[in-house]
């Protein structure tokens, strides 16, 4: 077997948690303190060859996640560099680099689970679907300090029958438009799969997943749902705002704290290929 080459590379998954209340978000940004910059420049400093990230959601600014997927293609001549002399037999190929990382990253980053990628995969096209979760406390005295950062005051009633009424009509193949931020060739047609709400005690907690969302759609439902769930609007309003052809001012995104991306589904390996392939396709209402 020939050596490995300086061109060789071995892509690497990564399973990451933060809290994104001190980030502008996940993609790197200059001037910005972001998580991909926070775990690059971890990541290079450990390997000692430039890294970047590609994450299966770029999640905005405040925006928590304790599910994001995310690889890496590293030379296979730097990954011994992230070996450790002490690693004992049957342990983990890279759980001495989780534990360097760990003393590394700052608290509020942290990679869970690292391993060799399967062929063909990709942390974004090779996703069939992306779940999030928004939560609110309705309480009158807001939310308790220990969830503040994660949880959306809100002291008001709310119709979760209306709510959840609204939300079947958004369900399925549409052109979001309405609830998207604009962004040049970048279409906002996607497939919600998923949309519920549930409430223990003061905590309403909205269930969303898709195939994939275009920039502040998540936030954008849930303000939208909201206005239907304190009778600001009907419940027919939401289905209307599927024939909008450009973002809604009609109501406010929610407020980012209170979202979290917590995981990311992936095809069998042997599917990895199709699925990139349908996803990088130019996707239609047809």
Known sequence: MRPPTVS???RLRLDIAYDGTEFAGWAA???QRTVAGILDEALTTVFRTPVRLRAAGRTDAGVHASGQVAHA???LVALANAESRSRRDGEPEFL???RRLGRFLPSDVRVLEIGRAPAGFDARFSALRRHYRYRLSTAPYGVEPQQAR???AWPRFLDLEAMTTASRDLLGLHDFAAFCRHRDNATTIRDLQRLEWSREGHLVTAHVAADA???SMVRSLIGALLAVGEHRRP???CRDLLTATARSSEFAAAPAHGLTLIGVDYPPDDQLAERNSVT???RTRD
Request: one cysteine or more; hydrophobic letters at 45%.
């Open 8 to 10: 060789d590379e071995v």
């Open 29 to 31: 940004q200059v001037g």
């Open 73 to 75: 293609d590293v030379p």
């Open 96 to 98: 001495p680099l989780l």
């Open 150 to 152: 994660y949880v959306t």
């Open 213 to 215: 969302f275009c920039w």
């Open 235 to 237: 419940a027919s309003w």
């Open 280 to 282: 990088r396709g130019i």
